[in-house]
């Protein structure tokens, strides 16, 4: 069974920074997209970057410029998140997509940017 586990999120001043870590555990299809989606209260959940296995990055346009994604493997995936804004704020949930057989979710992990 594959299980995604987050951690670095946490509370932060604006212009501040944090970096999220996602590291997969479990048999999955080592050619793959992993992400990260972030769900504010109210909002539906919405894509912040993608990485995939060769390394090409997707962005949405809310973070180009501010975060980076980045993987040191197959199931690690890694998001640096700098200039931190209030409307950052939300759950931060990992993904991994593979090419064969279905994705998984982590459980999210929270940040919070105050102003």
């Known amino acids: 069974q594959v299980q995604l586990v987050e951690s670095g999120g946490g509370l932060v001043q604006a212009g501040g920074s944090l970096r999220l870590s996602c590291a997969a555990s479990?048999?999955?299809?080592?050619?793959?997209?992993m992400g990260w989606y972030r769900q504010a209260p109210g909002k539906t959940r919405e894509l912040v970057a993608t990485?995939?296995?060769?390394?090409?990055p997707n962005y949405a346009d809310s973070v180009k410029g501010r975060f980076t994604i980045s993987r040191d493997n197959a199931k690690t995936v890694y998001l640096q998140m700098n200039s931190l804004k209030p409307e950052d704020t939300a759950l931060y949930y990992c993904?991994?997509?593979?090419?064969?057989?279905?994705?998984?979710w982590g459980q999210g992990t929270q940040v919070t940017v105050s102003s």
């Open positions: 993904n991994i997509r593979p090419l064969l057989g279905r994705d998984y």
């Open positions: 479990g048999s999955i299809f080592s050619i793959n997209v």
């Open positions: 990485i995939a296995t060769d390394g090409s």
